[in-house]
């Protein structure tokens, strides 16, 4: 028996007007990212939502995988109702069957960028742009020119002074594509991307940092002046003070999108509904911003200059390029074996 029944078992002995009503308040399972974004969620989003359709939503903080990892272990019969997910675990949720087809009907949907639309079963509801960071008083002080393009990591200037994550970190998987591309290839042929790699931008890589910590200590103690990283990474680090910053690639940035899906099965399917469409909300999108340095996915939100400039915001959406994942997802253990024995040997 699913969650929600004993709620009713339980009500049945307990009769009296208060238990009534608890018993008759819906409870939704919402599984998504811990820390920063379980904050706002819990201070800022639900509790309007909660009180709007007389619903209870509990929140079950886990990464993207550990939230796969539920689906495939609930597939039977789930007790999560809406999930929220990094684009790329969110393309493996819809191929094993886990996530329920969207209405779309709702007004909402009409005011999205193309560029959020994941398909029938799954939705965008925040942008973060992959593209170049750089020291900017160390550039300064060595009169190096800022960087512009995804070549100028090619640049022997910055030989063992340059930091990227590797590529089972989605920032290394978007510069392996990226590289792919812009030598004739693509996610279905990353030959190219694989020899650039090696060959031209290797060289100068000081490591292939995974963690956010170990990227900021490099910069910090002026080991690395240049990197790959998010956007809304590169503007946390800023906001500590240290002069870092983030540029759009003139050849276009990648994009790591939070996605969002129902879950099928759901005892509460049209709250479930419900809770997707009030993610993509301009009010909603405005906190995204405001909390968790993500751009807004609706057409119509207007930030306030502080938020704006920190966000992938307004003609920098349709600069974006998304990856293809259902191919990527299909070989990413055989890519990363190759990235072992060839790069990071």
């Not at 070989?331 to 990235?339: C, E, F, K, S, Y």
């Amino acid at each position: 028996m699913k969650r929600k029944l004993m709620t009713a078992a339980i009500a049945g002995l307990l009769v009296t007007p208060t238990s009534m009503v608890y018993a008759q308040t819906p409870t939704l399972y919402l599984g998504s990212y811990g820390g920063s974004t379980q904050k706002a969620f819990e201070e800022e989003i639900l509790p309007a939502f909660e009180k709007a359709n007389n619903v209870k939503v509990v929140y079950v903080p886990g990464n993207s995988t550990d939230t796969l990892g539920k689906l495939q272990a609930q597939k039977n019969n789930p007790e999560l109702d809406v999930v929220m997910l990094d684009d790329g675990p969110m393309y493996q949720a819809m191929q094993f069957g886990f996530c329920d087809k969207i209405d779309k009907s709702a007004p909402v949907f009409k005011d999205l960028y193309p560029i959020a639309d994941l398909g029938p079963n799954a939705l965008g509801i925040g942008l973060v742009a992959t593209g170049l960071f750089y020291n900017e008083e160390a550039f300064k002080k060595e009169g190096l020119t800022p960087p512009t393009s995804w070549h100028d990591l090619e640049n022997p200037q910055f030989e063992q002074r340059m930091v990227i994550p590797p590529l089972n970190n989605t920032y290394g998987l978007h510069t392996l594509v990226k590289f792919a591309k812009l030598n004739g290839g693509d996610e279905k042929n990353p030959d190219p991307g694989f020899d650039a790699i090696i060959k031209k931008v290797n060289p100068n890589v000081l490591a292939w940092e995974p963690s956010p910590g170990g990227m900021t200590q490099l910069f910090q103690n002026g080991e690395a002046i240049i990197g790959v990283w998010g956007n809304g990474r590169v503007e946390t680090f800023r906001s500590t003070g240290f002069p870092v910053k983030f540029v759009y690639p003139k050849e276009g940035a990648m994009v790591l999108q939070t996605a969002v899906c129902p879950v099928v099965k759901s005892d509460v399917a049209e709250l479930s509904q419900k809770l997707v469409q009030y993610l993509a909300s301009p009010e909603i999108q405005v906190v995204f911003a405001r909390t968790q340095s993500w751009g807004p996915v609706n057409k119509t939100v207007k930030l306030p200059a502080e938020d704006a400039q920190r966000v992938v915001y307004g003609e920098a959406v349709n600069k974006l390029e998304k990856t293809d994942w259902d191919t990527v997802n299909a070989v990413r253990t055989q890519w990363n074996d190759r990235w072992n024995r060839t790069v990071e040997r």
